[in-house]
């Protein structure tokens, strides 16, 4: 099995106990993509989804925090799960059996990233040490 780091949002989570009372936390994440076009902008280009476990303690407290449409960035083990559906047909779906999940903030509208100015492509700080005119390092 690979390693995975992803980041997306989620579909509504469930969380569940297994026969022996194991907790897991199960929901869908989506995977959107996109593509820069001709004009300079950016185009969708798809989305991968994929269903993402986590268990037991952590599973527990993200259930309590964790909402559909939440934007969060998952690393753990990842593979490709064969299934059949009743009426016969295969199919295929990526899972991920998390280790950590990290809810991204979202960003309110108006508001300005604490890293804008400084590493978010806005103005450079009249502080910054590497801000020399010659682009060379402050040492």
Do not use: C, Y
Request: charged share 25%.
């Amino acid at each position: 099995m690979s390693d995975a780091t992803v980041v997306g949002n989620i579909g509504e989570p469930a969380l569940k106990f297994t026969p022996s009372g194991k907790p897991v936390l199960e929901f869908s994440l989506a995977e959107n993509h996109s593509k820069k076009n001709q004009q300079g902008g950016w185009d969708e280009d798809g989305t991968t989804w994929r269903r993402v476990s986590i268990w037991d303690k952590k599973a527990e407290a993200l259930a309590e925090v964790l909402k559909k449409g939440d934007r969060v960035i998952v690393t753990g083990q990842e593979r490709m799960r064969e299934w059949e559906g009743k009426d016969g047909t295969a199919g295929k779906t990526l899972e991920i059996n998390a280790r950590d999940i990290g809810i991204i903030p979202r960003q309110q509208q108006g508001q300005q990233s604490s890293q804008q100015g400084n590493w978010g492509g806005g103005q450079q700080a009249a502080s910054d040490p590497w801000n020399g005119a010659d682009n060379s390092p402050p040492f």
